[in-house]
């Protein structure tokens, strides 16, 4: 990210759509759930 040439948002956004593109959505819900129940946010 810091490399990019695009906003913070802009370059974090591609991330998330790699993420979903590769069907990734369900395991990073399941993580934030988790990280939830101990307290992480």
Do not use: H, P
Not at 17 to 41: F, P, T, W
Request: net charge negative; no cysteine; charged share 40%.
């Amino acid at each position: 990210m810091m490399l990019s040439k695009d906003s913070v948002e802009k370059t974090w956004q591609k991330i998330v759509d790699g993420y979903r593109s590769k069907e990734l959505d369900k395991m990073i819900e399941e993580v934030n759930a988790k990280a939830k129940e101990q307290g992480i946010e």
